[in-house]
């Protein structure tokens, strides 16, 4: 896999609580010289980061009902269409994972189903939060987000407990096969872990390290072709 590659399989997350605008537009700037799939910004600096990145092909993502995902339907409808008005094209949405603990799985389909409607020109991604999730929830959630017609399943917000894993991802892949994506989050700063998430059947990550890894392939790739150059008679 190449550096652009790599990159392209990469929403570069700029979530972190206390990050500036200043922040954004340091890691917006950095990220313009690579394929990377979209930067995920909070609600709030949508229109900020839509205005820096200036019709130039970077996409811009966000979060709905982050990151615990209990707020009311009605409220990440609101968050949804505004997302998108002020030009986020996709849209990580934490699902209700308190009602989809309870029981109420149908009422959590139904605000998954409401929102793709709503808003059908936004590639959405539902995030399940695997670490509160056993074996069958975690497959009932799959085909939750499938019958809602999200385009991905995102196994954490990145702040809930416990880290990627690549059990949950050939878990989810087992499952989904080519009916929805995966994309995986929570703690992958790692090249090398990155690269065998991607083996393993992820289609995205989301990671506040995207920038580094990508320098870092960048890196490898012309050590490599030093190296055989080299060794050529």
Do not use: W
Not at 51 to 77: A, H, W
Not at 170 to 199: C, H, Q, V, W, Y
């Amino acid at each position: 896999m190449t550096h652009d590659q790599l990159a392209k399989h990469i929403d570069l997350s700029l979530l972190k609580p206390d990050i500036t605008k200043r922040e954004i537009e340091d890691k917006i700037s950095a990220a313009l010289a690579y394929p990377f799939a979209s930067v995920c910004v909070p609600p709030s600096h949508v229109l900020f980061a839509v205005k820096k990145i200036d019709g130039r092909p970077l996409k811009v993502s966000t979060v709905i009902g982050f990151p615990f995902g209990y707020q009311t339907k009605e409220t990440k409808i609101a968050e949804a269409k505004q997302a998108v008005i002020e030009g986020a094209v996709e849209l990580d949405i934490v699902m209700n994972i308190s009602l989809f603990k309870s029981g109420e799985t149908s009422l959590v389909e139904q605000e998954i189903r409401e929102i793709v409607e709503i808003v059908p020109v936004a590639l959405i991604k539902v995030i399940i939060e695997c670490a509160y999730l056993d074996y069958k929830e975690k497959t009932y959630a799959l085909e939750m987000a499938v019958d809602g017609g999200a385009r991905f399943i995102k196994t954490a917000t990145g702040y809930g407990p416990g880290v990627a894993t690549l059990e949950d991802v050939k878990l989810l892949k087992e499952f989904a096969g080519d009916r929805i994506s995966i994309k995986t989050a929570g703690g992958i700063n790692d090249l090398d872990a990155a690269l065998e998430l991607i083996e393993a059947g992820t289609d995205r990550i989301g990671t506040s390290a995207g920038i580094k890894m990508v320098k870092e392939l960048k890196k490898r790739e012309a050590e490599q072709a030093k190296a055989k150059l080299a060794s050529q008679p």
